[in-house]
């Protein structure tokens, strides 16, 4: 069982990034998925969350109307769009589905 975060990075304030998550070893579309957020000396943050069919989603204020989840089923991927990115939206982000986690990626908003 694996999910695996990708497209994380250094990027300019104003700037976009998506992030991935790709899942194995289990029937990915059978759950929710969420993807959160860490800074050091901070607790795990939900940044959004997105039913099995991704008919319904849900987001944190702090990102709402910037951030878009997603997901394909058909390629056991979920996705997290975030744009107009400020330095506060730097953090390791971590996607979680069932009772699994990812290993995180970094991103890192400064000019």
């Known amino acids: 069982v694996q999910l695996v975060e990708s497209g994380g990075g250094l990027v300019q304030p104003g700037g976009s990034l998506r992030l991935s998550c790709a899942a194995s070893?289990?029937?990915?579309?059978?759950?929710?998925m969420s993807w959160y957020r860490q800074v050091p000396g901070k607790e795990r943050e939900l940044v959004a969350a997105i039913t099995t069919s991704g008919g319904i989603t849900n987001y944190a204020r702090s990102v709402k109307g910037r951030f878009t989840i997603s997901r394909d089923n058909a390629k056991n991927t979920a996705y997290l769009q975030m744009s107009s990115l400020k330095p506060e939206d730097t953090a390791v982000y971590y996607c979680?589905?069932?009772?699994?986690w990812g290993q995180g990626t970094q991103v890192t908003v400064s000019s």
């Open positions: 979680q589905c069932y009772r699994y």
């Open positions: 070893g289990f029937t990915f579309s059978s759950y929710g």
